[in-house]
């Protein structure tokens, strides 16, 4: 079980990584920037960025109904059922992602606008057809996984 959850995890993370990091190219293709001091009330100037961008960090620190949540779910059992202090010492870093997780978020889309985004623009039906792929990709993986997970339970004696 915890290799299946493993690689459901690779799945589930070779989707939400790449939404993310395209995030965060809309916003340096804007402003030029990777420093996040630089960025403060983008949801005043780009709603529409804004949401995705919260999906994404969402499926990042997954939760329900997320693909990361079904992969790492299949971890902590995993992880549980070998031994008590490995899942403890688990759980505790999944915590500790999601707190940054949420604390970049906030730190970058709320507060008072920066001077350095007053003349931002937010994402074109272009740049949010481009993610909407992986949006619908973790939302179904999240809703539906069985199917993935039968397809890696098949495969994986192939491999090993």
Not at 1 to 15: D, K, N, P, T
Not at 23 to 48: D, I, N, Q, S
Not at 116 to 130: V, W
């Given at each position: 079980e915890?290799?299946?959850?493993?690689?459901?995890?690779?799945?589930?993370?070779?989707?939400?990584?790449?939404?993310?990091?395209?995030?965060?190219?809309?916003?340096y293709?804007?402003?030029?920037?990777r420093?996040?001091?630089?960025?403060?009330?983008v949801?005043?100037?780009?709603?529409?960025?804004?949401i995705?961008?919260?999906?994404?960090?969402?499926?990042?620190?997954?939760?329900?109904?997320?693909?990361?949540?079904?992969?790492?779910?299949?971890?902590?059992?995993?992880?549980f059922?070998?031994?008590?202090?490995?899942?403890?010492?688990t759980?505790?870093s999944?915590?500790?992602?999601?707190?940054?997780?949420?604390?970049?978020?906030?730190?970058?889309?709320?507060?008072?606008?920066?001077?350095?985004?007053?003349f931002?623009r937010?994402?074109?039906?272009?740049?949010?057809?481009?993610?909407?792929?992986?949006?619908?990709?973790?939302?179904?993986?999240?809703?539906?996984?069985?199917?993935?997970?039968?397809?890696?339970?098949?495969?994986?004696?192939?491999f090993?």
């Amino acid at each position: 079980e915890g290799l299946i959850a493993s690689i459901f995890l690779m799945i589930a993370h070779g989707i939400v990584s790449p939404a993310l990091f395209i995030a965060v190219t809309l916003l340096y293709e804007r402003h030029h920037t990777r420093l996040v001091r630089y960025y403060r009330g983008v949801v005043m100037t780009m709603p529409l960025f804004s949401i995705v961008f919260m999906v994404f960090t969402l499926a990042n620190i997954a939760v329900p109904l997320s693909c990361n949540f079904v992969g790492e779910f299949l971890s902590l059992v995993a992880a549980f059922s070998t031994s008590t202090s490995l899942g403890v010492l688990t759980s505790t870093s999944m915590v500790i992602a999601a707190a940054y997780s949420l604390y970049l978020y906030n730190r970058i889309c709320f507060g008072q606008l920066s001077p350095y985004l007053i003349f931002s623009r937010d994402i074109n039906r272009r740049e949010f057809n481009g993610q909407l792929p992986l949006i619908v990709a973790i939302v179904l993986l999240g809703i539906v996984p069985y199917p993935l997970i039968e397809l890696i339970r098949v495969c994986l004696p192939r491999f090993l």
